[in-house]
């Protein structure tokens, strides 16, 4: 199944492994897709400069094949004491089920972009995504300059066709199914509702509106996913959830758990783990907070309050305090290999082109 963005990206298959930040993505699952010949990724933003090199170091030692890097484009949210004591208090109550005191000092927080950046574009790895706005024009002329690709992210139409007008090489359409946070470029809620777009609606018209290859995620987890993503005119898809329970997965044994036993009813989006809209699967935590997101601090800061509890969470194996992210096809995951998971995608969806075009004959 060869498309534009096989030939763009160098790789044998139009699937992209989605990012996943904070655990999931790992070198051995980047490089197990890169083998299989899709594109892995590490979702990098929570990583130091020097653990970031160190990762993308990993991914070389495991394939010599093309992978990519994602970062978030930084944020700087005007955040008052009175807003954090807010945040604390209403998080006090979920650290005492857990043990943990209340209302720690949270450190300051560093603005490391400008960093990672530079170790990728030092590495030269060949792909940087980046997610929740527009890189700065130095920064993709630093990139274009090093022969690294740059990929944004688009939630909607007016997204893309301002990442399109930025120059970058493709973009990838997140629909409203998709798990994780999402791309929206407007962190504040009520613009995070309205760009709740699906993937079967928002593809074709991004399609319509750039020039350039648009990349389709949210709600594909298999090669009916993939066909019909070719279908409404993208050039490939970007995987997540399909691959949160693989072994190479990096993700909490609680998670891949909550992953393999979700129904397409069980994800919500939700502010409360980090002040950004997320798609995850609902559990205690969620439902606690759920009356009070509109009074959580904005991302990253709330991201950095709400650390503690997650950490204590992963050390006691308590799933219902951690961030499950999971989109709306969790149902189609499976614990599989990584590459097997790549391979039967691609089987499935070349399997069903042939069935179609053999209908297609016998109706003429």
């Given at each position: 199944?060869?498309?534009?963005?096989?030939?763009?990206?160098?790789?044998?298959?139009?699937?992209?492994?989605?990012?996943?930040?904070?655990?999931?993505?790992?070198?051995?699952?980047?490089?197990?897709?890169?083998?299989?010949?899709?594109?892995?990724?590490?979702?990098?933003?929570?990583?130091?400069?020097?653990?970031?090199?160190?990762?993308?170091?990993?991914?070389?030692?495991?394939?010599?094949?093309?992978?990519?890097?994602?970062?978030?484009?930084?944020?700087?949210?005007?955040?008052?004491?009175?807003?954090?004591?807010?945040?604390?208090?209403?998080?006090?109550?979920?650290?005492?089920?857990?043990?943990?005191?209340?209302?720690?000092d949270?450190?300051?927080?560093?603005?490391?972009?400008?960093?990672?950046?530079?170790?990728?574009?030092?590495?030269?790895?060949?792909?940087?995504?980046?997610?929740?706005?527009?890189?700065?024009?130095?920064?993709?002329?630093?990139?274009?300059?090093?022969?690294?690709l740059?990929?944004?992210?688009?939630?909607?139409?007016?997204?893309?066709?301002?990442?399109?007008?930025?120059?970058?090489?493709?973009?990838?359409?997140?629909?409203?199914?998709?798990?994780?946070?999402?791309?929206?470029?407007?962190?504040?809620?009520?613009?995070?509702?309205?760009?709740?777009?699906?993937?079967?609606?928002?593809?074709?018209?991004?399609?319509?509106?750039?020039?350039?290859?648009?990349i389709?995620?949210?709600?594909?987890?298999?090669?009916?996913?993939?066909?019909?993503?070719?279908?409404?005119?993208?050039?490939?898809?970007?995987?997540?959830?399909?691959?949160?329970?693989?072994?190479?997965?990096?993700?909490?044994?609680?998670?891949?758990?909550?992953?393999?036993?979700?129904?397409?009813?069980?994800?919500?989006?939700?502010?409360?783990?980090?002040?950004?809209?997320?798609?995850?699967?609902?559990?205690?935590?969620?439902?606690?907070?759920?009356?009070?997101?509109?009074?959580?601090?904005?991302?990253?800061?709330?991201?950095a309050?709400?650390?503690d509890?997650?950490?204590?969470?992963?050390?006691?194996?308590?799933?219902?305090?951690?961030?499950?992210?999971?989109?709306?096809?969790?149902?189609?995951?499976?614990a599989?290999?990584?590459?097997?998971i790549?391979?039967?995608?691609?089987?499935?969806?070349?399997?069903?082109?042939?069935?179609?075009?053999?209908?297609?004959?016998?109706?003429?």
């Amino acid at each position: 199944m060869r498309t534009a963005l096989t030939r763009l990206l160098g790789i044998e298959h139009p699937i992209i492994q989605a990012p996943m930040a904070g655990g999931p993505t790992t070198p051995a699952l980047a490089a197990a897709i890169a083998n299989a010949g899709g594109l892995g990724t590490l979702g990098a933003a929570y990583l130091a400069p020097d653990t970031l090199r160190r990762e993308i170091a990993a991914v070389r030692a495991l394939t010599d094949r093309p992978f990519g890097i994602n970062l978030f484009v930084p944020e700087t949210p005007d955040v008052t004491p009175k807003q954090v004591a807010r945040a604390q208090a209403l998080l006090n109550p979920l650290r005492a089920e857990l043990g943990l005191p209340p209302s720690p000092d949270i450190p300051p927080q560093a603005d490391s972009f400008a960093d990672q950046l530079a170790v990728v574009i030092a590495e030269r790895v060949p792909v940087l995504s980046f997610t929740f706005g527009i890189l700065a024009e130095e920064h993709l002329d630093a990139l274009r300059t090093a022969g690294i690709l740059a990929v944004g992210t688009a939630t909607t139409v007016a997204e893309g066709v301002a990442l399109e007008r930025a120059g970058v090489d493709a973009i990838v359409g997140q629909g409203s199914e998709a798990g994780g946070h999402r791309g929206t470029f407007a962190p504040d809620a009520a613009s995070a509702e309205r760009a709740l777009v699906g993937t079967l609606a928002l593809i074709p018209q991004l399609v319509d509106a750039v020039r350039v290859p648009v990349i389709a995620a949210g709600g594909i987890g298999d090669g009916r996913g993939l066909l019909a993503a070719l279908a409404l005119g993208a050039v490939g898809v970007q995987m997540g959830t399909a691959f949160l329970a693989c072994p190479e997965s990096g993700a909490h044994p609680q998670h891949k758990a909550a992953v393999l036993a979700a129904t397409d009813e069980d994800s919500i989006i939700t502010r409360a783990f980090s002040g950004r809209s997320a798609r995850g699967i609902a559990n205690h935590f969620i439902e606690e907070m759920r009356a009070h997101e509109a009074e959580v601090a904005p991302f990253p800061v709330q991201n950095a309050l709400t650390r503690d509890i997650r950490q204590a969470a992963a050390r006691a194996d308590r799933g219902e305090y951690l961030s499950l992210w999971a989109g709306q096809a969790a149902r189609l995951a499976t614990a599989r290999p990584a590459a097997e998971i790549v391979r039967a995608t691609v089987e499935q969806a070349e399997r069903l082109l042939r069935q179609l075009g053999a209908v297609d004959e016998q109706s003429v």
